[in-house]
């Protein structure tokens, strides 16, 4: 024992003499550098370092490749005896246990200048108030598609939807980390800032509801068994395959270089997919000395410099989280999207909560997908039961009252112009909120063409659910057996909720076709610069007509049809059916003739 204490006591002397400063004020010292990576990595990384030393003769960098499944327990081992590597590369997600510990430097004295890397990355390394690490990659899921059986990939969770119905098989996993992209896509996030659980609060539902209406669309495979997953998209049968940025290599040599493709991940309603992002950290051993402790920092900021960054980018493929680092798509297409989609990447924090909600969430998946749950019920149960084990104060829980238990797509086609599609959209995600387990399925069609396109689906069984059009469609469509009967659903209470003659306008004869969502009137429009009291009359109308104030009446049966009913022209009976008067028309004809003879006042059927 004595002899070991005094190998101890050598050991730490000749580490801490490693690094000695020089008199002359050049960087020169010993540094040691761990870390996990293959064969591979370990040879690019080789020449990394050896630049590095090129830049620094005086400094000598040795490295050790240790099995990534024993890099931290190692690490930890040596680093309790204040000994170990001076800088260490692994996966950020094992910080939290050896900041814990007490073996990895908090970074935040040094100042160091973060702007170059991605914040996202840079979040995930922090704990608590501070941070413990350099990002140097990033790890994160994208959308695989093979190019020869699919030209333009999907961007939407639409249009996978839409593929995978003309036989375009694509293949997601449903375990918590690989399917997290879908919860950003929906409005939802996981944490809070103060580190609650709020899958609750909408999002994460809705996710579970489209994935639930996924697994019945056919070409759509839900599974948690990678092997699974691998074997239908290497060997041809799937079309689409969402997987890790990790997996690019044996995916590149299974299929070919030529027929593999990655883009983004679809988008949802609320924007862009946001995959879980992990990163590979450079840590500093909490043993080293100020002056190996620089050599490091110089050592991992020389590593995740742009240029070193586009070299790993290059050779090895990883996603840098230098956001200077530049990669042209010709040349490395993969990389390129992989880069792409970690902008969108959602950094979870590192927090206990998390790695709960990695192991449990696997459960809320499985639960809500085979049935035993509702999506809504299984995002309350996920937050709920880690919130309770971290005694986190929980958010009031929407009542039974402001959910529904609906589950189903619902197919909407309509022709609102840009403006108004996006109040609509906002409407429909209101609904979905409320309904988590519905996904409404939006479709603007050109406006001259919704009536026949609508007409010729659903003639072959096919086109929307809903449709938005003016009550003129009403008739026709109806005649031909094109729009359902809606008049046993149409209860009274809901009725009474419109104006009363609003639903008439969707009725043919005693049946109803359709509810009204909007109206359209006639109103009188006039230039306060010209006129400060508008008329009440119509003969205050015509009266106040000048060649210089002059009055347009537009004529037709539709912009001249409020007059009508000011001549008597229009007859309503005890069943509210309106019926034309032949001499109130006549006069409201006769009075606008008469109008027209006025000097200012203009009658025309042109808008214009």
């Known amino acids: 024992m004595r002899r070991l204490r005094l190998l101890l006591c050598l050991i730490l002397l000749l580490a801490g003499c490693r690094a000695a400063p020089s008199a002359d004020g050049r960087v020169r010292g010993e540094i040691l550098v761990w870390h996990g990576g293959n064969e591979a990595e370990a040879q ?81 390394l922090r704990y608590g108030d501070g941070l413990y690490g350099l990002p140097f990659s990033l790890q994160t899921t994208a959308l695989y598609y093979n ?26 996993y449903t375990d918590f980390y690989r399917a997290f992209w879908g919860i950003q896509a929906f409005g939802g996030t996981a944490l809070d800032d ?40 290497t060997q041809g049968q799937a079309a689409y395959y969402v997987g890790g940025s990790d997996e690019a290599p044996a995916l590149k040599e299974a299929l070919g270089a030529d027929k593999l493709g990655v883009t983004s991940l679809p988008a949802g309603p609320h924007g862009p997919a946001g995959p879980a992002l992990r990163v590979d950290a450079l840590m500093i051993n909490a043993a080293s000395s100020p002056a190996q402790t620089e050599l490091a920092l110089r050592l991992a900021r020389f590593l995740t410099n742009s240029e070193q960054q586009t070299r790993l980018a290059r050779e090895l493929g990883r996603i840098p989280a230098n956001t200077r680092v530049r990669i042209d798509r010709r040349i490395n297409p993969l990389v390129a999207e992989f880069i792409a989609q970690a902008r969108t990447g959602v950094a979870l924090p590192n927090l206990p909560q998390t790695t709960d909600l990695m192991t449990v969430g696997d459960e ?34 929407a009542s039974a009252e402001q959910t529904c238990a609906l589950e189903g797509t619902i197919r909407l086609w309509h022709r609102w112009p840009q403006a108004e599609a996006v109040a609509l959209r906002q409407a429909v995600y209101g609904f979905m909120r409320r309904c988590p387990g519905v996904y409404v399925q939006l479709v603007q069609v050109e406006s001259g063409t919704l009536y026949d396109r609508y007409r010729e689906a659903v003639a072959q069984g096919q086109g929307p659910d809903l449709i938005i059009g003016p009550n003129e469609w009403v008739t026709p469509l109806a005649a031909e057996g094109l729009l359902r009967d809606v008049t046993q659903m149409a209860t009274p209470d809901l009725l009474q909720r419109y104006l009363p003659n609003a639903p008439r306008t969707m009725m043919v004869g005693e049946r109803l076709y359709g509810l009204p969502l909007s109206l359209r009137v006639m109103a009188l429009y ?67 003739r008469k109008a027209a003879d006025h000097p200012g006042v203009v009658v025309s059927n042109d808008a214009l």
Do not use: C
């Open 147 to 172: 190019k020869e059986l699919v030209a333009e990939p999907a961007t939407t969770l639409d249009q996978l939807l839409a593929h995978a119905n003309e036989g375009k098989q694509a293949v997601l």
């Open 364 to 397: 809320a998946y499985a639960q809500a997908l085979e049935g035993v749950l509702s999506v809504s019920e299984a995002a309350v149960q996920l937050s709920n039961q880690v919130n309770a084990k971290y005694g986190l104060t929980q958010e009031v829980e």
């Open 44 to 124: 690019v990384l080789t020449g990394l370092l050896q630049r590095f030393m090129e830049v620094y003769p005086n400094v000598r960098v040795v490295q050790s490749v240790i099995p990534a499944d024993k890099l931290q327990e190692q690490f930890a081992t040596r680093a309790e005896m204040g000994l170990g590597p001076d800088l260490l590369i692994l996966p950020g997600q094992w910080q939290n246990e050896l900041v814990e510990a007490g073996l990895v430097q908090d970074l935040t004295r040094y100042e160091l200048d973060l702007s170059a890397y991605l914040p996202t990355a840079v979040q995930a």
């Open 526 to 592: 006039y230039n306060r610069s010209l006129m400060s009291d508008p008329p009440a009359m119509l003969t205050d109308l015509v009266n106040q007509a000048t060649p210089e104030r002059q009055v347009a009446l537009p004529v037709g049966f539709y912009p001249a049809f409020w007059g009508l009913g000011a001549f008597g022209g229009l007859k309503t009976d005890a069943n509210q059916q309106t019926t034309l008067e032949q001499e109130g028309v006549a006069a409201w004809l006769g009075w606008l």
């Open 194 to 233: 103060q580190g609650r659980v709020v899958l609750d609060a909408g999002g994460f539902a809705n996710w579970l509801g489209w994935l639930k209406i996924a697994q019945n669309t056919p070409g759509i495979i839900l599974t948690n068994d990678q092997h699974v997953g691998l074997t239908l998209f």
